[in-house]
């Protein structure tokens, strides 16, 4: 059974940072690309970031200078770090693995709130 675990999200106000976790069981972790999207209301799901299990990392400009994707294989875990979080970040953030590119499981998410 596949499981995707997000955690660390909360409330935080603009300039602060948050630090995103997956913890993944069930799946073959360490050769598995993995990433993140997230969900604002009313809008739809948008990719943020991944790294390959090579550890070539990728992100959507938003995200380039402020959010860091790392993984460890030891762990099963991704991670995500936020900074300089503002308002129009708020939204749910999505843990996914990709298989043959496309997104495959994902975690039932976790809420990032930016307050101004």
């Known amino acids: 059974q596949v499981r995707m675990v997000e955690s660390g999200g909360g409330l935080v106000q603009a300039g602060e940072s948050l630090r995103l976790s997956c913890a993944a069981s069930?799946?073959?972790?360490?050769?598995?690309?993995m990433g993140w999207y997230r969900q604002a209301p009313g809008k739809q799901r948008e990719w943020v970031a991944s790294?390959?299990?090579?550890?070539?990392?990728d992100y959507v400009d938003f995200a380039k200078g402020r959010f860091t994707i790392s993984r460890d294989n030891a762990k099963n875990t991704v991670y995500l770090q936020m900074n300089s979080l503002q308002p129009e970040d708020t939204a749910v953030y999505y843990c996914?693995?990709?298989?043959?590119?496309?997104?495959?499981?994902w975690g039932q998410g976790t809420q990032v709130t930016v307050s101004s």
């Open positions: 996914v693995n990709f298989r043959s590119g496309m997104p495959d499981y």
């Open positions: 069930g799946i073959a972790f360490s050769i598995n690309t």
């Open positions: 790294m390959t299990s090579a550890g070539t990392r």
